[in-house]
Nanobody
Framework: QVQLVESGGGLVQPGGSLRLSCAAS????????VVWFRQAPGKEREGVSC????????YYADSVEGRFTISRERAKNTVSLQMSSLQPDDTAIYYC??????????????????WGQGTQVTVSS
């Protein structure tokens, strides 16, 4: 059974950093475009970042551009999201999702075959 498991969430002060990981079992993430989403209470789900299967091109929402970095860790079959300069508005449950799309076109609105269970990120002093 395919599983995506997120880890690395937690409580961090404003201006701090966290690194989230999305680890896969059964599937090889190299062949998948992987997206990080987040959802805060009372808000719509937001596509935060995508890394493309075809060439590892990366894409970011305007709200996180310059602060977040998505990358693959092939040896671990993992996609990570390095988050820095975190602000209270970044507080949300973060989910990873994967699908065998070659590119990240419209990544925030496409369907995905596989989803993780989510990890809570709380930014507060």
């Amino acid at each position: 059974q395919v599983q995506l498991v997120e880890s690395g969430g937690g409580l961090v002060q404003p201006g701090g950093s966290l690194r989230l990981s999305c680890a896969a079992s059964v599937i090889t993430l190299d062949y998948y475009s992987v997206v990080w989403f987040r959802q805060a209470p009372g808000k719509e789900r937001e596509g935060v970042s995508c890394i493309a299967a075809s060439d590892d091109s990366t894409y970011y929402a305007d709200s996180v551009e310059g602060r977040f970095t998505i990358s693959r860790e092939r040896a671990k079959n993992t996609v990570s999201l390095q988050m820095s300069s975190l602000q209270p508005d970044d507080t949300a449950i973060y989910y990873c999702a994967a699908h065998r799309y070659n590119y990240c076109s419209r990544y925030a609105s496409r369907p995905y075959d596989y989803w993780g269970q989510g990890t809570q990120v709380t930014v507060s002093s």
